[in-house]
Structure formats: structure tokens, C-alpha cells
């Protein structure tokens, strides 16, 4: 089962998360096999984290939860918050699979966060530059809650626009880039 997970940095948390960075990338390699995108959020200058992104298949939602919940970050107090919601590979593949590449470019989290019936449940025409998209959706998979988005785009602007317009109760519009281990 695949889970889109989005840690959101508590201010000021930069040293600690700093500090702890070899610690998160050794807890991140046991899911290796699994991970289908990864990578911070960061300030709109690209300079400083704001959170942690994480899509990641997993056998079941107990497992997502700990995934989440034990990340060391987390448990040391880096993050103020946790999203967690399963998530569906509408391109069926991985960000390393992405054909524009780690870098060039702008790269964006986009969250749709969802009420009323679904929206985007296609991949839009534009695929060239969705890096990883899908709903978010409930533990069982039944209930639409919304929809991820990483994509590279000239501005906030163009990567809101990846989303449909009036169909969510917020669309958040995050500067973001590829993660893991520098090679």
C-alpha cells in the first residue's frame, strides 16, 4: 500500500534537524526498496527546510503509522506535525524514474486538500513535468481526501495550476526538492 507522508518542521527546529540528518537517512535506507519519492520542503529563497516528504509503499496502514511516528526527526521534536494518508501512483513509477532528472528547474509539493467529491483523479495532460501524482485517500482506500503532487514548474503559480481550480478546501504550494543521500 502506498502512503504519501509529509513531516511540517516546528520553527526553529533547522539545528536539531541538522543534527539528526545522518541519523533520518539511515532510518529512510531500511525503506529503500519501497520509497517512491523523497525530499524537503523549503523556504520559497530554496534555502532553509520546512518539512520532509515521503511516499513510500508499505504493507498496511499500522505500517505507514510507524514509519511516520518512529522517524527520528519526529520523536526528537523536529516536526510540529505529520501528514499521513495512503496515496495512489497514478504515473506507476518512482521520482528516480523521472525523465527531467534530479535538478534544472523549479520542483514543487502541491496539496490539494479535498471536500466534497473527488477531483483529479486523472493524471493531467502535461505529464512531462509531474514527478510523482496521486489522491490522497482514506486508511481502506475508499474516501477521496485530496491530492499530492511533486512537479517542476516555472513558478508557484504554474504548479498550483497542475491542480483543478475551486474543487478543494486549500491547495498548499511548496518549494521542493529531490532528497536522500547526496551521491
Not at 513531516?7 to 534537524?17: E, T
Not at 495512503?86 to 534544472?104: A, E, I, Q, S
Request: charged letters at 25%; glycine letters at 12%.
Amino acid at each position: 500500500m502506498e502512503f504519501f507522508c509529509y513531516h511540517r518542521d516546528r520553527p526553529g527546529s533547522v539545528p536539531l534537524r541538522n543534527e539528526l540528518l545522518e541519523e533520518h537517512w539511515s532510518y529512510m535506507d531500511q525503506y529503500a526498496k519501497g520509497m517512491i519519492a523523497r525530499g524537503p520542503t523549503l523556504t520559497g529563497d530554496g534555502e532553509t527546510p520546512t518539512g520532509s516528504v515521503h511516499i513510500v509503499d508499505v504493507p498496511d496502514p499500522a505500517a505507514a503509522r510507524a514509519f511516520a511516528l518512529e522517524e527520528p526527526g519526529y520523536q526528537a521534536g523536529v516536526y510540529r506535525d505529520v501528514l499521513l494518508r495512503r496515496w495512489r501512483n497514478l504515473l506507476g513509477r518512482t521520482m528516480w524514474d523521472y525523465p527531467g532528472g534530479r535538478t534544472g528547474g523549479n520542483r514543487y509539493l502541491v496539496l490539494g486538500l479535498g471536500t466534497g467529491h473527488a477531483a483529479d483523479l486523472a493524471v493531467p495532460r502535461d505529464r512531462d513535468e509531474l514527478i510523482a501524482y496521486g489522491p490522497l485517500l482514506s486508511d481502506n482506500g475508499t474516501a477521496w481526501l485530496g491530492t499530492a503532487a511533486l512537479v517542476r514548474a516555472p513558478d508557484p503559480d504554474s504548479a498550483r495550476a497542475v491542480l483543478a481550480p475551486g474543487r478543494y478546501a486549500d491547495i498548499e504550494v511548496h518549494s521542493w526538492q529531490f532528497g536522500g543521500r547526496p551521491s
